[in-house]
C-alpha cells in the first residue's frame, strides 16, 4: 500500500466503532488517512463486547454457508498476525488461544447430527478429528460421563473479544485516528450522488470517503441510497467463574444448543441464543434457563459455579448470513463493512485490510469481490 503524502491525505470517516469500525479504521490511519470513527454510544460495546471471540472457521461451517468459508478461513489465518501486531503496538494482551475446538455429543440423535455435519466439513477439505467419546473425555475430563462422541478441530480457538476492543481503541489513539462516542450520524452529506461527508445534527464532517460500519444498525443510518438488508438477531449470553488455577475446561467446547468458551482469567462464557426479536435487548428466564440446561447435560460441574454476568448482543445478519463488503449502490464514496452476523470477531482483520484497500487504492481484493451488496439484487432478479 502507497502511504500518501500529508497533502493529499485522505479524510476517511467511519459509522460505527465495533471491532469492524475500529480494525478498519486502525488499518487506515496506519496508511496515513485521516480517520474519524462515530459511535452512537461506547466503542466496542455492542455486538463486538457481547461475542464470545470464537476463531472457528471449522466448525462453525454450516451447510448453505460454503461462499463464506474461504474468507473465514482466510481471516482465521490472518489473526495470529492481527494480534501480535495490535500487542507489540499497544502492550496490551488480546487473549488470542489456539488450543484447538471441540464439539461434543451424547444422545444417539446428537451424535447422528455430529457425524452428518463432520462428513459435510470433511468433504469441504476441513481438518476434523472424529473423538470416541472416552477420546474426548481425555480432553475434557469433566464433560458428562455420557458424552459418546466428539470432533476436534486443532485450528480453532478464541481471541478475547473485550481485550481485542480495548487494544483496538489503544492502537487508534497511537496511530491518530479519532474515535467520537455518543455521536449520532443524522445524515449522509452528498452532492451529485458523490459522498461529500456525515451529517451530525446541525454540522457536516467532510470526508472523501465514508465506510459504513453499524452493526445492526446499519439499515438505520439516514441518508443513504440504498441501505444495506441487515437485520438484528438476537443473542443472549452468561458467564460463570471458575477457579483460574483449575479450570473445569480448557478448550472451546459446542455441545447441543450451546457453546462454552473458557477464559484464561476462569470465566466460563456460555452461549448463545439465536433470537428474531428486532432490536429487544431484554433477557429472558428462558434464554438463560435454555443456555443453563444446554451448558448442565454437557458440563455437569457448571452447577457449582458462581453467576458472573448476563447480557444480550445484536448480531448484524444478513440473508445468507455472509457480511456485505464493498461499494454501496448509487452513492459514490460510501463502502459498507458490515452484516457480519455470527462472524463478526473471526471477520475482522480480512475486513480490515480489505476494506482499507478499497478505501485508499480503490482496488476490490478477490477475497470480499462475492460480498458485494448488489448481490442480494441479482438474487432478485434470478
Ligand atoms: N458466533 C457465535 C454466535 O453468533 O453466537
Known amino acids: 500500500m502507497t ?111 455430529l457425524r452428518a455435519n463432520y462428513e459435510f466439513q470433511r468433504g469441504l477439505g476441513l481438518d476434523l478429528v472424529w473423538l470416541t467419546g472416552a477420546a474426548a473425555k481425555e480432553k475434557e475430563p469433566f464433560l458428562n460421563p455420557r458424552t459418546a462422541a466428539g470432533v476436534f478441530s ?58 459504513l460500519a453499524a452493526g445492526a444498525w446499519s439499515r438505520l443510518v439516514p441518508g443513504q441510497a440504498s441501505p444495506p438488508p441487515v437485520r438484528p438477531v438476537k443473542g443472549q449470553m452468561m458467564s460463570l467463574a471458575m477457579d483460574p488455577a483449575n479450570p473445569l475446561l480448557t478448550h472451546v467446547v459446542w455441545a447441543p444448543k450451546c457453546y462454552l468458551v473458557p477464559r484464561t482469567d476462569g470465566t466460563l462464557i456460555i452461549g448463545a441464543t439465536t433470537e428474531e426479536k428486532g432490536f429487544d435487548s431484554q433477557m429472558t ?56 452476523h455470527r462472524n463478526g470477531i473471526l471477520l475482522a482483520p480480512i475486513t480490515a485490510d480489505t476494506i482499507a484497500d478499497l478505501v485508499l487504492t480503490g482496488r476490490t481484493d478477490p477475497h470480499i469481490a462475492r460480498f458485494a451488496a448488489d448481490r442480494f439484487n441479482a438474487a432478485r432478479a434470478a
Open 285 to 340: 428466564a428462558g434464554g438463560i434457563l435454555a443456555l443453563l440446561d444446554a451448558a448442565w447435560r454437557a458440563l455437569p460441574g457448571v452447577e457449582e459455579l458462581p453467576v458472573k454476568e448476563m447480557w444480550t448482543g445484536l448480531r448484524p445478519g444478513c440473508r445468507d448470513d455472509a457480511p456485505i463488503l464493498g461499494r454501496a449502490a448509487g452513492m459514490d464514496g460510501l463502502i459498507l463493512a458490515t452484516g457480519h
Open 154 to 211: 486443532a485450528r480453532d480457538g478464541q481471541v478475547d473479544n473485550r481485550l481485542a476492543s480495548a487494544a483496538l481503541r489503544s492502537a487508534l489513539q497511537k496511530t491518530g485516528a479519532r474515535l467520537h462516542e455518543g455521536v449520532d450520524v443524522t445524515g449522509l452529506d452528498v452532492q451529485g450522488g458523490r459522498i461529500g461527508g456525515v451529517v451530525l445534527g446541525d454540522r457536516i464532517v467532510a470526508a472523501d470517503q465514508v465506510v
Open 3 to 113: 502511504m500518501p503524502t500529508i497533502k493529499d491525505r485522505p479524510r476517511i470517516a467511519i459509522i460505527g466503532g465495533g471491532i469492524i469500525g475500529m480494525s478498519v479504521g486502525w488499518r487506515l490511519a496506519q496508511a496515513g488517512a485521516s480517520v474519524d470513527i462515530f459511535d452512537r454510544g461506547t466503542a466496542g460495546q455492542g455486538a463486538t463486547r457481547a461475542a464470545a471471540g470464537m476463531l472457528a472457521a471449522g466448525v462453525e461451517a454450516e451447510p448453505g454457508e460454503q461462499p463464506l468459508l474461504p474468507l473465514c478461513l482466510e481471516s482465521q489465518t490472518r489473526w495470529p498476525g492481527f494480534a501480535a501486531e495490535l500487542e507489540t503496538l499497544t502492550g496490551l494482551p488480546v487473549g488470542l488461544r489456539r488450543e484447538g475446538t471441540l464439539v461434543v455429543a451424547s444422545t444417539r440423535d446428537e451424535v447422528e447430527l
